[in-house]
């Protein structure tokens, strides 16, 4: 098989290099600074109110997280014991884990 270069997938594209990459950095770099400086003078405010009540409120939706992490560890434990044993035929013997045993929070 011949070993030639096709250019098919990027017809339409301008060619990148380096020179063309770093303007556009240098550009979007600057773009940000201006929004920065604008929303800090007060000009413009860039910050969305529901956003900042939901970043607020994520240390509490963490706390009830783990709790209810923490209460599904306790009902594994509990249960561990009492959960019966999937039959032979429908778990794999090894290598794939997709129909696998699983305890009572489905893990392996």
Same mark, same amino acid.
């Given at each position: 098989m011949p070993n030639t270069n096709v250019r098919a997938a990027a017809e339409g594209l301008p060619a990148i290099n380096r020179r063309r990459m770093l303007l556009g950095l240098a550009a979007a770099?600057?773009?940000a600074a201006a929004i920065? =400086? =604008?929303?800090?003078?007060?000009?413009a405010s860039v910050e969305n109110p529901e956003l900042v009540r939901l970043g607020n409120r994520l240390p509490e939706a &963490?706390?009830?997280?783990? &709790? =209810?992490?923490?209460? $599904?560890?306790? $009902?594994?434990a509990e249960w561990k014991h009492r959960w019966p044993l999937a039959p032979d035929e429908i778990t794999l013997a090894r290598g794939s884990y997709t129909d696998a045993e699983?305890? $009572?929070?489905?893990?392996?």
């Open positions: 770099s600057t773009a920065t =400086a =604008a929303s800090a003078a007060g000009c &963490a706390a009830e997280y783990r &709790a =209810a992490l923490e209460e $599904i560890e306790w $009902i594994a699983r305890d $009572i929070v489905g893990r392996l």
